[in-house]
């Protein structure tokens, strides 16, 4: 009965609950001191909010500082915002003038690495304002800014601003006609349909814009070329001045002559008719002429390595034309020619063609077939042999024509490869 009463649940949660009421007890008998310690807690917690996520002040990581120089402020304040490709990343501490240039100092959290290479540039919210230095790498890798590095005013950038754009807008309102405009005015009133002309005037200019957006790269290209071809233009203005003046002279020379012009156009459909009677008399011939032409233009361009080689050659010194002109000079043809005679020998073997530079293994059994003596033999045939010796022949029953085996390739072989030039080779046409 004992043990029942002590693992009941009421024995278990009794202790817990008694803890509680003595404690809201004790709480309440000092209420004035429990609602003092709660505000001091909601003060905190806004205290660090306001500093950690509104005014992004980090104290637990250090920063790094990075100074950016500018041609102009761009409306840059401290206190804006650093980021890395749109990404906060820091503040601005600070913007002084130092020699005619805005420095900006920005810090950086020492958590975020910047590659060194790459621009930055003052860029916009919104058209009201809220600028921020934004750092833009070239790259993801390289060096990147340490404490105190400079980034040099050729690679920062600046939005154009309003007291800019207001001057360059000045400019192109002084272009405009007042009575032009009044003009307009007065054309847009006369009738009832001119609300409804201007309302299709706009709709025509909003169009125009639309279709401009849709190929705004090509555009801009186009506008950037013209730039330059303009600039380019203005730059040879005295060039093109005189051109124009020389072409005025021409032309006052061509003006007297009209009358033979008008005398050559008057004569040109008699002569293109006698033309096309000549072609249409002897079309067959001209067609059959074609034909050759074509066939003599084809051979021709299958030979043109030849024809190369053989004008202006690149595998050897001199062409064929200087050794033919070479021959003229002094008043007279001069040449060199040779009175004895030389030695020529058949093998009875094929000849192969020595153009080909495919290298073919020798023959085994080639021997001179011409025996006479009187014009020098050369070769193996006529060395001098001891008795008995009879290499000088072939033996009999030998193919004249076998050739010695292939070359054994091993680790110090030398490749032989084709040694040639292709050439085209022309089939004619069936």
Same mark, same amino acid.
């Given at each position: ?16 609950? !008694?803890? $509680? ?27 660090? #909010? ?28 401290? +206190? ?14 600070? $913007? ?42 070239? =790259?993801?890798?390289?060096? @990147? ?15 154009? %601003? ?9 400019? /192109? ?16 009133? $006369? ?23 849709? $190929? ?10 013209? &730039? %330059? ?19 005025? %002279? ?8 009209? +009358? ?10 008699? /002569?293109?008719?006698?033309?096309? &009677? ?22 021709? #361009? /299958? ?28 008043? +007279? ?6 009175? #004895? ?17 495919? #290298? ?8 001179? /077939? ?7 033999? !050369? ?14 022949? @072939? ?17 110090? =072989? ?15 046409? &069936?």
């Amino acid at each position: 009965m004992t043990s029942s009463r002590t693992h009941s649940p009421r024995a278990i949660l009794e202790p817990p609950a !008694r803890l $509680v009421v003595t404690g809201v007890a004790v709480l309440r008998a000092r209420r004035m001191l429990v609602s003092t310690i709660g505000l001091l807690m909601v003060l905190l917690l806004g205290g660090g #909010y306001m500093v950690l996520g509104a005014l992004k002040l980090d104290p637990i990581h250090s920063r790094y500082r990075v100074r950016v120089e500018l041609a102009e402020s761009g409306g840059i304040l401290p +206190g804006r915002d650093v980021t890395l490709h749109g990404v906060r990343v820091g503040r601005v501490a600070g $913007v002084e003038v130092v020699d005619r240039t805005v420095v900006a100092t920005a810090e950086i959290d020492d958590r975020v690495r910047i590659p060194s290479a790459g621009s930055v540039r003052v860029s916009a919210l919104s058209a009201a304002g809220e600028q921020y230095l934004d750092f833009v790498p070239d =790259t993801d890798g390289g060096p @990147a800014l340490t404490d105190g590095a400079v980034i040099p005013v050729e690679r920062t950038s600046t939005p154009t %601003t309003l007291s800019t754009m207001l001057g360059d807008l000045s400019g /192109t309102l002084a272009q405009l006609d007042p009575e032009q405009i009044r003009a307009i005015e007065r054309e847009l009133g $006369v009738s009832d349909l001119g609300p409804a002309e201007l309302a299709d005037l706009i709709d025509g200019g909003t169009f125009l814009l639309s279709t401009l957006d849709s $190929v705004l790269p090509q555009t801009v290209g186009l506008l950037n070329n013209s &730039k %330059t071809v303009l600039t380019t233009l203005g730059r040879n203005r005295a060039g093109i001045q005189a051109t124009a003046g020389d072409l005025s %002279t021409i032309m006052g020379g061509v003006a007297p002559m009209t +009358g033979g012009f008008s005398d050559v156009v008057a004569r040109t459909p008699d /002569t293109l008719a006698m033309m096309d &009677k000549i072609i249409a008399e002897n079309s067959p011939t001209l067609a059959q002429l074609l034909g050759n032409l074509a066939t003599t233009s084809q051979m021709t #361009y /299958t030979h043109i390595p030849a024809l190369q080689e053989f004008f202006f050659p690149r595998q050897r010194g001199g062409s064929t034309l200087d050794a033919i002109t070479s021959a003229f000079h002094d008043g +007279g043809v001069w040449a060199l020619a040779s009175i #004895y005679p030389r030695y020529s020998c058949d093998y009875g073997v094929p000849r192969l063609p020595g153009v080909v530079a495919d #290298y073919p293994e020798p023959y085994l059994h080639a021997r001179c /077939t011409d025996p006479d003596p009187s014009v020098l033999p !050369r070769g193996a045939a006529n060395a001098p042999r001891p008795p008995g010796d009879n290499t000088a022949f @072939a033996p009999p029953g030998v193919d004249p024509h076998a050739t010695a085996d292939p070359t054994p390739t091993g680790p110090f =072989t030398i490749p032989t490869p084709y040694g040639g030039t292709e050439v085209p080779w022309y089939h004619p046409p &069936k």
